[in-house]
């Protein structure tokens, strides 16, 4: 164990000394690669592999270093996040960092995911670093400060100066700048500022029509998120010899939630028996309710069949005007749920329409 | 259209025995003034405030802003709201620079009032903390609207308008000394030179408040309200000469005073570049109009207008947020598809917290976007030693950015009087018609 230069905190006036946190995985740990990647989370009092270079670059001591197999933290997120929430309970911490990532998708994924519940639990910043190329910068990118990072371990020392240099800001309580001049990825969140030698309005809008006009590049105030369009499908070559299925991120679920799917922010999905339904029974039933907190449940609690429009699809059925209704509906919720978790949990529902031939699919919302 | 503005800078203003402007000290003979402004039957108490920059005042609800201004010889100055209806636009128009007359609520507030801070961290959020500001404090007997959330402040917003030209007569007959002389002259479209002609031609696509289908409420232009309006071409000297004067509805931080169409600094900067880098066509005036179908009209009226006059590219901004935006959205698209480059000037309303889509509806195609302030921003500002109007009106009538109770934040007025309130009520803040300081940026 490394202690920080004691002679430095007296110099500082006796101030008692910052104290900082680092998650890493098996791999930088030093216990093994693929192998060991289902290491149960740990904590080590001291530095293990890259605190040693945090502990030199930061304005704090790091005092613990926390270490969870990748696959460990991947396949059972939620007993690993109460696992480490538990380890930290009890401490002093002013700083939480995580990785750095660069390009590994699991080790950003961990550290996303256990940035984000230690920054929501304990009020604690936390910072971390990802190649661009991570998924782990669009998943988590709104929740955790992420600095962009290099592809492999070459650039560990560049990465973590970053995240230490930024952590050394905040350990100051010197005011933070916007995400291009401080170096993360950009969390979302706009604010209004007075720039330094600002020009007024006018002038900004001709001069940036003129670059418009004549070709130049012009740096947009207000950056447009690209749109990922979806073609429309071709239309069904025969309706009643197809299987229909109902897909909702209207947040109907069996009354006891069971795969326990998040109100707000969703990563979880279920898919639920309705062969041999007529009908969706209701909450007072005991039934289906609606668990999505962006809307007024009680129509749907009062009538799942309104979100999941199953009633009508059975007498659609019936008429022979649609072939079968497919045997299960699936389910999310939808609000405050980010594009990339959302384009994953279609993507896997997918994956069980396919197998299941299904023709064709009625997606409800709110 | 020739148009001179004569200015005579104001460097104090007093009352006095006579009104009159000598050696930039415009002395006001305040008995005179009010009896101008009590002409009105419906005005029931009336008195003027000077706010100095720099002085510990806070003022609020403010309703509108309009530069003293007289038209030689006595020609309309607001035609169609003060004055019959004709031109304006050419001709000699005199002003009092750096003053506004401001219409205060003497108790009153209403949902587009906004606060202005002549001193301190809350003199950055309005323009009109750099100004002599000339408050008409005033009541009126408009009992209909007295308790309403919405108010068409017409007596108090006429009086104003009466009061500036009422002002701005005291210089009619001062010549101006010739730094302080503006002239804006165009001539028409097809009779520009070739060294005008081949330089990219561009219009300034000005969308203005027209959202209550009720009347009283809108921005007017010749005294027709905006809302039963298609777009149409105007000379930018119309603007500029009191052809539009602002309404009473728009959250206030979004609203364009009438002072801020006088002095449009888009408009003034497109006339620097006329000539030199860009060949500016004129206005293309347009409209924010609820209803779909009416927004997809205006946004058609305006793309053809500009391709028939030949625009290389087109400047668009909007007074308001939220609802506004789909019409901002649709004339960006319906230009760029009519081969219109456009640059867009707007506001965001991205939350308190930051978090929320900038723009109620957003098309890759808007591509260009000068960003001029966030709506929802709260902001928390000491006392002030004095108030102009009633501070009260901030917690009490319903003003965009403010509220009477809040579970976390309390109310927007303290026991103290130090405030709290999002940008939204900052009186004209965000200054889309060019002004502002501010940008937005991601965190």
Known sequence: MVTKDSERILSEGGVEMKKAILYINQFFAGIGGEEQADHVPEIREGLVGPAILLNQLLDAEITHTIICGDNFIGSREAEAVEIILGFLAERKFDLFFAGPAFQAGRYGNACGVIGRAVQARFAVPAISSMNKENPGVEMFKKDIYIFPGGKSAAKMRDDMKKMAEFGNKLLKGEQTGFAENEGYYGRGIRHQVWLKNAKPAAERAIAMLLKKLHGEEFQTELPIPKIDQVPIADPLKDLSKATIALVTSGGIVPVDNPDRIQSASATRWGRYRISGLDKLGNRKQGKFKTIHAGYDPAAGDDDPNRVVPLDALRTYEKEGKIGKVHDYFYSTVGTGTTEAEAARMGREIVAYLHQAGVDAVVLTAT | ????????????????????????????????????????????????????????????????????????????????????????????????????????????????????????????????????????????????????????????????????????????????????????????????????????????????????????????????????????????????????????????????????????????????????????????????????????????????????????????????????????????????????????????????????????????????????????????????????????????????????DDEKLGPSVKADGSIILENNSMFCGDQVLGWSPKTVKEF
């Open chain 2, 1 to 404: 259209m020739r148009l001179e503005i004569a200015n005579f800078p104001v460097t104090d203003v007093i009352f006095g025995e006579k009104t009159s402007y000598q050696d930039g000290l415009l002395s006001i003979n305040k008995d005179e003034a009010l009896a101008i402004i009590r002409e009105d039957e419906h005005i029931t108490s009336a008195d003027l405030v000077i706010a100095r920059p720099g002085e510990n005042k806070r003022i609020v609800p403010v309703k509108e802003a309009i530069e003293p201004r007289y038209k030689i010889a006595d020609l309309p100055v607001f035609p169609g709201v003060t004055d019959r209806v004709a031109t304006v636009g050419t001709g000699r128009t005199v002003a009092l620079k750096g003053t506004a007359v401001l219409a205060v609520g003497e108790h009153w507030g209403s949902f587009g009032d906004g606060l202005i801070d002549m001193s301190g961290a809350g003199a950055d959020y309005t323009y009109f903390s750099n100004l002599i500001n000339i408050c008409l404090v005033a009541d009126t007997d408009e009992e209909f609207e007295r308790l309403e959330q919405q108010k068409k402040n017409h007596a108090l917003r006429w009086a104003a308008h009466q009061l500036a030209k009422y002002l701005g007569a005291v210089v009619k007959d001062l010549e101006p000394g010739i730094e302080n002389l503006e002239v804006y002259e165009l001539p028409p479209i097809t009779k520009r030179t070739k060294e005008v002609n081949d330089l990219p031609s561009v219009v300034f696509v000005m969308q203005a408040q027209s959202q209550m289908e009720e009347m009283g409420y809108n921005d007017l232009v010749y005294g027709w309200d905006m809302n039963h309006f298609v777009p149409t071409l105007m000379h930018p000297n119309e603007i500029l000469d009191g052809a539009i004067i602002s309404g009473s509805f728009m959250p206030c931080s979004s609203k364009w005073s009438t002072y801020d169409f006088q002095n449009c600094p888009i408009i003034k900067g497109l006339y620097q570049e006329h000539g030199k880098t860009l060949n500016f066509l004129g206005i293309i005036l347009s409209n924010l109009n609820v209803n779909l179908e009416q927004k997809q009209r205006s946004a058609l009226f305006v793309a053809q207008i500009a391709q028939s006059l030949g625009a290389d590219g087109a400047i668009l901004a909007e007074e308001g947020y939220g609802n506004p935006d789909a019409d901002f959205i649709e004339c960006f698209v319906a230009l760029e598809d009519a081969g219109v480059k456009t640059v867009g000037v707007t506001n965001e309303c991205t939350g308190r917290d930051g978090r929320s889509q900038p723009l109620v509806t957003l098309d890759e195609k808007a591509d260009a976007i000068v960003s001029c302030g966030n709506v929802s921003e709260l902001i928390e500002l000491p006392p002030m030693e004095v108030v102009i109007g009633e501070l009260q009106s901030l917690t009490r009538d319903g003003l965009s950015g403010g509220w009477a």
